[in-house]
């Protein structure tokens, strides 16, 4: 399994960009790196998957170093509703490694 | 997109009873759903592997017997809590993989917070 450390927390003012950085030294050839969110109370949500350079999507981007030993996750000009649990997981897409949650980093967006 | 429902949203019940959640996937068919636990201010911890026909896959430290996983059909998984104790209080969380879905995508349900008093 591919363990993955985060930041336990971090705190942002509205409409700053924010990266969150994931380490993951031990990605296996064929590991994808997903993201997700989570609000209080409430499941997951997917926001961002990749397996290498850059994705972007409507509500981020994930930028992975030409090692993939670590990934970052930016939000561009967080609002309040950003607040929430950003967890980063490795794995094979179809595989069971990829159903672990790690600690996950505590975004809190601030007025 | 692909939606997951639970029900009941919550629930309290006695210690000694047995409460049974349902997840379902809406508009896709997922023969593998999978069961999450998660306690206040925690990560989420993978307690099973929900397979439609078959029996679950559990994880290590999960007991097979008390957390009762039955996936009769390929939108829907029961996790039933059987005599329930006050430490079995948890948020229930469960998610499914769509078939017919490339990307291998968990689309995760609302949750499922289990009081037990």
């Known amino acids: 399994l591919a363990k993955t450390t985060q930041p336990i927390s971090m705190d942002s003012y509205e409409g700053q960009e924010v990266n969150i950085t994931c380490s993951h030294n031990?990605?296996?050839?064929?590991?994808?790196i997903t993201w997700y969110q989570q609000f209080p109370s409430q499941g997951p949500r997917f926001i961002i998957q990749?397996?290498?350079t850059k994705v972007t999507n409507e509500v981020a981007s994930l930028f992975i170093p030409a090692d993939r030993k670590s990934s970052t996750l930016s939000l561009p000009r967080v609002s309040l509703s950003d607040t929430a649990v950003y967890y980063c997981?490795?794995?094979?897409?179809?595989?069971?490694?990829?159903?672990?949650f790690g600690t996950g980093t505590r975004l809190t967006v601030i007025p | 997109g692909a939606v997951v429902s639970q029900h009941p949203s919550w629930v309290i019940c006695k210690s000694g009873t047995s409460v049974k959640i349902e997840c379902r996937s809406l508009?896709?068919?997922?023969?593998?759903m999978f069961w999450y636990r998660q306690f206040p201010k925690q990560s989420l911890m993978l307690m099973a592997t929900s397979n439609e026909g078959s029996k679950a896959t559990y994880e290590q430290g999960v007991e097979k017997d008390k957390f009762l996983i039955n996936h009769a059909s390929l939108t829907l998984s029961t996790l039933t809590v059987t005599s329930a104790h006050p430490e079995d209080s948890s948020f229930y969380i469960c998610?499914?993989?769509?078939?017919?879905?490339?990307?291998?995508?968990?689309?995760f349900g609302p949750g499922t917070r289990l009081t037990v008093t």
């Open positions: 508009d896709f068919q997922a023969t593998t």
């Open positions: 031990n990605i296996a050839t064929n590991d994808y």
């Open positions: 997981l490795v794995g094979l897409k179809t595989g069971a490694n990829n159903l672990f």
């Open positions: 998610s499914a993989r769509d078939v017919a879905d490339s990307s291998y995508e968990q689309y």
């Open positions: 990749g397996y290498k």
